[in-house]
């Protein structure tokens, strides 16, 4: 059973930073992506990052230039740091993790979801 573990939410200011962490255990895909998402209250799932096991990465452009996605293969954790966090990227961020080697934002394309951990950013 594949399991996702969530860490390193919390409330910042606004331009503030912080780093999610989530970490994949039980999982036997040889090639696979691993991506973040974002809910808030009333709005749908949005994906914020995504990244193949071959590092290729993908971000939309709300938050291209001020998050970055990053892989530790040895690990099967994979990163987000946010910096410059602004009001409108609070929300509850979750991580994903689909077999195939696709970047995709769609969430019904992704197997398996962590619980998820919540950011809040304060102006």
């Known amino acids: 059973q594949v399991q996702l573990v969530e860490s390193g939410g919390g409330s910042v200011q606004s331009g503030g930073s912080l780093r999610l962490s989530c970490a994949a255990s039980?999982?036997?895909?040889?090639?696979?992506?691993m991506a973040w998402f974002r809910q808030a209250p009333g709005k749908e799932r949005e994906g914020v990052a995504a990244?193949?096991?071959?590092?290729?990465?993908w971000y939309p452009a709300s938050v291209k230039g001020r998050f970055t996605i990053s892989l530790d293969n040895a690990k099967n954790t994979v990163y987000l740091q946010m910096n410059n966090l602004e009001p409108e990227d609070t929300a509850m961020y979750y991580c994903?993790?689909?077999?195939?080697?696709?970047?995709?934002?769609?969430?019904?394309?992704?197997?398996?979801w962590g619980q998820g951990t919540q950011v809040t950013v304060s102006s």
């Open positions: 039980g999982t036997t895909y040889s090639m696979y992506v």
């Open positions: 994903a993790i689909r077999e195939g080697y696709g970047l995709t934002s769609v969430p019904r394309s992704y197997n398996y």
């Open positions: 990244i193949s096991v071959g590092h290729a990465t």
